[in-house]
């Protein structure tokens, strides 16, 4: 059993965001139920593979029922912003989708990251209960922020620092 788990269900509202310069952001995932909020750290690449992810479970979920309405994609930017004071519970490092049909509820679960160290059952859970609608607004502004960070080199396909690159496809050495 698990050390913590909790299930935030209903979302009041849910989102995905990164704070910091590109190339030293932290991102986030961020979810609101009455007056308590959640936070977690993720991964920029958890977050890019989440955004994708959703798009191709939400076009499952919605072959399997084909009588519900499409979920809808458009946001406010400034309702997706994650909301200081910023206090993660822990990092992430197992993500998962469900969907519960008889609620029209999809899951969004995470499970801590643990070291080698730790007992594999003691790491915390958090089940994220929202809309199709709030899952897909979540990965459009997620894929969104991750593209916002460092340009990528079209050689070599690294990030590039503001100040210079060192691209291995030209120079052979990765510095």
């Known amino acids: 059993m698990p050390r913590t788990e909790i299930d935030v269900d209903p979302c009041d509202h849910i989102t995905s965001d990164a ?31 989440l955004a994708v992810g959703v798009e191709q479970f939400l076009a499952e979920v919605a072959r399997q029922n084909p009588n519900l309405e499409e979920a809808g994609a458009e946001y406010a930017e400034a309702q997706m912003r994650i909301n200081p004071p910023v206090d993660p519970m822990f990092r992430v490092g197992e993500i998962g989708l469900g969907y519960d049909q008889n609620r029209d509820r999809v899951v969004l679960f995470v499970r801590e990251l643990l070291t080698e160290e730790q007992d594999p059952e003691s790491g915390s859970v958090i089940r994220f209960w929202c809309t199709r609608t709030q ?41």
């Open 19 to 49: 704070i910091g310069k590109p190339g030293q952001r932290v991102f986030y995932i961020q979810a609101f139920q009455a007056e308590k909020t959640y936070t977690v750290i993720i991964e920029k690449a958890q977050l890019q593979s």
């Open 135 to 175: 899952l897909r607004q979540l990965a459009r502004w997620g894929a969104e922020v991750t593209q916002r960070g460092r340009p990528i080199c079209p050689q070599c396909g690294q990030p590039m620092e503001p100040e210079g690159h060192f691209c291995p496809k030209k120079n052979g050495h990765l510095h």
